[in-house]
């Protein structure tokens, strides 16, 4: 169990040092629009982790879906950098949004190692779509 936890510590660090990114309105980028939604999320992810340290499976499932919820609204930005593809920027959204479920879903049945499969993902997601996309 310390090595998961060690595990979750260090995607979380690596997820909050990667921040923020940019987006859109009506198709273009919209920064104001896109910080906003990044900054909600950022958030929502250290309530996560602290969550899952505190083996605060409720919380964790709670907030695991809230982050679900965000995921189809990073899905509708555009960001600055790639546009040309939103395809696959949409798609790693989805990824964020899938795996937020499991991870919601591991934490009602207190299974650590699909909560630590899950967010491992989730945070893969979003390490690769601020490597992609990200300014």
């Known amino acids: 169990m310390k ?3 060690a595990l979750l510590a260090t995607l979380a660090a690596i997820l909050f040092v990667l921040g923020a990114g940019s987006a859109p309105a009506q198709g273009r980028y919209n920064k104001a629009a896109f910080e906003k939604v990044m900054e ?3 958030r929502e992810n250290r ?4 969550s899952l340290i ?3 499976w409720g919380r964790a499932g709670s907030t695991a879906e809230t982050i679900e919820e965000l995921s189809a609204e990073i899905r509708t930005l555009t960001p600055k950098r790639n546009t040309d593809r939103i395809d696959h920027f949409r798609a790693t959204a989805d990824s964020l949004g899938v795996w937020a479920g499991r991870l919601a879903a591991a934490a009602e049945a207190e299974d650590g190692r699909q909560i630590s499969e899950a967010f491992g993902k989730m945070v893969g997601a979003c390490v690769h779509c601020h490597a ?3 300014e």
């Open 3 to 5: 090595t998961a936890i």
């Open 40 to 42: 909600q999320a950022n």
């Open 47 to 50: 309530v996560l982790l602290g």
């Open 54 to 56: 505190a083996a605060n």
């Open 132 to 134: 992609t996309f990200r």
